[in-house]
């Protein structure tokens, strides 16, 4: 009997998890031995002593590197071993002039940290091929004269939750290419949910010096992608200049055509703005092309010189391109396709065509006979390449409110079971379901919320104006109008989509409106300086902009 006991309590032993540690820093005068209450003075000490499954706690607080931290040892599935900020609402600052953290290992994570490389020359988080299985979730990661996150060579990595910004090298006339994501040699990578602004380069490239034919399947979901003028002076770029080149540029290696090889990136619920003229030609949100498959699905892009630059046969081969669901509005030119694109699908998206502008600007031509245009509305004019019976020129009577960038459909609409059911889309902008047999034109099906036609809409026309001033600092008003009374909610969130402050709910006169606020969260706190995003809710619609608070 005794010997069964041991046996059994051996196997137990054998399968059962590692014990986890817990691992402290705190930003103290003395080192300690890591404990909560005798805790690490520096996190190079607590990284040596981790093992797979220990998570190291970094109390709030400044930590003024002296060197960058390296990762020494690798998790494992189920036991990665965890960095990350002991309170998610106030993160330790990790700053170090130049790289911040070099990852080299697999399995690890890093979540709830400032990342700040101070301008310094180099890439503020740097990881290579042995950094498989990384997760870098909810962190800040800022200031860099390279790129916000470097990836080489490291496979089934998801970076979540994240806001990158301000890399930025060179000057407004002589911008050098400082990226906020570069993806090099990389199969299996997601970016979801981040919010990345304010680049010399662009917010994403795939191998941005060509040099290995192998990255594949990346996935971009749930993004916001931009730039503007920036709030204040930074490593030499003046307040007020707009820096950046794309949202998103592929390239791939020269080597990889021979070998017939067609790496895949899918692009989903991305939102890309403010790539207006500058000091490079055809500045575009999306900049897609060389031997790609690249299928972009409910994006919303306005306010740039170019939404969608689409690029053809060349030395490193063309893109083939399916693009569904898609929003465009104030671009100078909605798609720009150039030098025989080889494969092109544009299905079910709406295309608002600002004064003096124009939907398609051709630049080296595209192949007609891969060229499959449906199911889209026009505002302004059809484009000749648009041939097929279901593409619509739209009025602004078709949307619930055109001024407001609502092209969701009002009750006897034309394009209402106008279009073709197309295998390659099966939701609308929404993420509801097409009815089959009956797809409407343009990205949203009618009422797609009740699937019945015949309800009246509940959305009143409605204005959500710019805040003023923006950038800001302490406080800032937001400006809206509703034509018809009803019940409304104004929110402000974070980066990381959580209610900061709910500053007006219920019911509300017809006419305009304007609320103050001051920078302080539901309980009164004042906020730290960042991106937030204010939305207005009412029946039937939303519409949410963006604002700045600077220190």
Known sequence: MKKRFFMMMALCLMFSPLLADNIYVDDQGSNGNGTQGNPFNNISDAISAANPGDVIYILPGDYDLSNSLNTVRSGNSGNPITIRGYDANDRPHIRQTGRVISIDHAYIVLQDLLIDGEFGDSDVVRVRSGGDNLIIRDCEIRNGTNDGIDLAGADDVLIEG???????????????????????????????????????????????????????NILIEDCRMWTGPLPADAAGFNAGEVPGENAIDTKIDDGAIANGYRPRITIRNVEAFGFVPGYISNRAAFNIKENIEATLDRILVYDCEIAFRLRGPGSRGGAHVTLTNAIAYNNDKNFRLEDGIEELKIYNSTFDLASGAQHVQVAGGYDASTLDWRNCLFLGEVPSQATHNTNMLASAGYFVNRNARNYRLVSGAAPINGGDMIAAVQTDFDGYQRNAGAYDIGA????????????????????????????????????????????????????????VRILAEGQMSAGAHQVRWDGRDLIGNTVSAGVYFYRLEGAGFEATRLMHLIQ
């Open 444 to 499: 949203f099906e009618f009422n797609a919320t009740t699937g019945v036609d015949d309800l009246p809409y509940a959305a009143m026309d409605f204005e959500l104006g710019a805040n003023y001033p923006n950038p800001f600092n302490p406080s800032t008003t937001i400006p809206f109008s509703l034509e018809r009374p009803g019940e409304v909610r104004l929110l402000v969130y974070n980066i990381l989509g959580q209610v």
């Open 162 to 216: 994240c806001e990158i910004h301000h890399m930025l090298n060179g000057t407004y006339s002589n911008q050098q290419d400082a990226h906020g994501i570069v993806a090099t040699n990389q199969v299996n990578l997601t970016i979801r949910g981040c919010n990345i602004y304010y680049v010399s380069g662009d917010c994403f490239q795939s191998d941005p010096s060509r040099s290995a034919p192998l990255w594949d």
